[in-house]
Structure formats: C-alpha cells, structure tokens
T-cell receptor, first 115, second 114 residues
Framework: NAGVTQTPKFRVLKTGQSMTLLCAQD?????MYWYRQDPGMGLRLIHYSVGEGTTAKGEVPDGYNVSRLKKQNFLLGLESAAPSQTSVYFC??????????????FGPGTRLTVT | AQSVTQLDSQVPVFEEAPVELRCNYSSSVSVYLFWYVQYPNQGLQLLLKYLSGSTLVKGINGFEAEFNKSQTSFHLRKPSVHISDTAEYFC????????????FGTGTRLLVSP
C-alpha cells in the first residue's frame, strides 16, 4: 500500500515549456486535490476532483489544467510555465462520504523550478 | 468564508520544554479543525482533528489541542518536545456541512534545539 505517490520529485523548466505532474493513489479514494506550497503562504488549492471524470477549480487555478480519467490518477498540467509557478506541488486524496471528508492523505511533493 | 491565522511563523524551543502553537479561525458557521505536520522534504501528515464532542483532542506523538469556540481558537500543545518534533505545523479548517475545501493557515515552524 503506497498511499499517494507523485512523479516526478523534482523538475526544472524553462519559461514557456509544458509539463504534466502525475498523482496516483491506491486507497480507492473518491476525492483528489492539487495544492501548491509557497513560503509564508501555506497550502493553496489549485484544482480538485470529487470523482472520476470530474474536476473543479480551487483557489488558484490560473495557468493549470487537470484531468481525472481514472479514479486512481489525477494529473496536473502546466501548458506554458512561468517563473511564478515555481513552487512545491502536493497531491492529496480523501475518501468519499461524510466520514471521508475529515482526513486528506498527502503525497511527498514535487519541487518545480521555472527559470 | 473561513480563514485561519497562525500568528507565529517560527517558534524556537529547547528540548524537553513545553510548547504551544497558536491557531485562530474565523467562520460564520460551525467548522471542523485540523492540525497537520510536515517534516523536512515530506508531505503533510494529520496530527489530530476536532469534529465534535470533547474540546480536548489528543493526537499522535504526544500532541493535543483544545477547541475554544468563544475565542475561535484551536491551539496545539505538547508538554515536552523532542528534537524530532522539529517540523512545520499547519492548522486547517473546513465547514462541517457538505463538501467544503480545507483552508490552511500559513504554518508555524517549530525549531527544537538541544
């Protein structure tokens, strides 16, 4: 049981390049989330999904797209990277139903630098 | 909308001393409250949560937190810290109805020195 995994762990992009971050969970969770963490700002929600085939915008969605084609995977895309997207990205998941809304399980993070 | 304030960005403390990390929230409705810990270069891990019932909540690694509705606070405490408690601690809140997203505070870095 690996929990929540993220690939890659590190990445350096040039401005204007694109990339996709992959999140996978093996807990059969309904809900998945993408956050970014910046110094002094805590975690901010980028996009989230309440089930396979669904996505929704979070607090800071601009410049990102997501897809949830399979229940266990949640992809975060950057179509044209900008230096302002330099951050640590965390994926999380939680189970559905009322009991499952209470705990999110986090992946180890992806450190992205855009030059 | 809810918001979370962690006034202390960094708390230095000596090993075996007690510590309190402060968290205040604002919300017009009832909320659920959480504390997460992030060790260096790792993801977040749930320490404890308050959903209902007793206002004193015990979590992992000897931490506890007290929910104070009148003061809208959820401070985290540990009577005796270890070097291994050095980490960043995040308070988070969500509304207790329906699917509502977690709102995180900005975090408090706990630095435990010998």
């Amino acid at each position: 049981n690996a929990g929540v995994t993220q690939t890659p762990k590190f990445r350096v992009l040039k401005t204007g390049q694109s990339m996709t971050l992959l999140c996978a969970q093996d807990m059969n969770h309904e809900y998945m989330y993408w956050y970014r963490q910046d110094p002094g700002m805590g975690l901010r929600l980028i996009h989230y999904s309440v089930g396979e085939g669904t996505t929704a915008k979070g607090e800071v969605p601009d410049g990102y797209n997501v897809s949830r084609l399979k229940k266990q995977n949640f992809l975060l895309g950057l179509e044209s990277a900008a230096p302002s997207q330099t951050s640590v990205y965390f994926c999380a998941s939680s189970s559905g139903g009322t009991s499952g809304l209470y705990e999110q399980y986090f992946g180890p993070g992806t450190r992205l630098t855009v030059t | 909308a809810q918001s979370v304030t962690q006034l202390d960005s960094q708390v230095p403390v000596f090993e075996e001393a007690p510590v309190e990390l402060r968290c205040n929230y604002s919300s017009s409705v009832s909320v659920y409250l959480f504390w997460y810990v992030q060790y260096p270069n790792q993801g977040l891990q749930l320490l404890l949560k308050y959903l209902s019932g007793s206002t004193l909540v015990k979590g992992i690694n000897g931490f506890e937190a007290e929910f104070n509705k009148s003061q809208t606070s959820f401070h985290l405490r540990k009577p005796s810290v270890h070097i291994s408690d050095t980490a960043e601690y995040f308070c988070a809140v969500k509304m207790n109805t329906g699917f509502q997203k977690l709102v995180f505070g900005t975090g408090t870095r706990l630095l435990v020195s010998p």
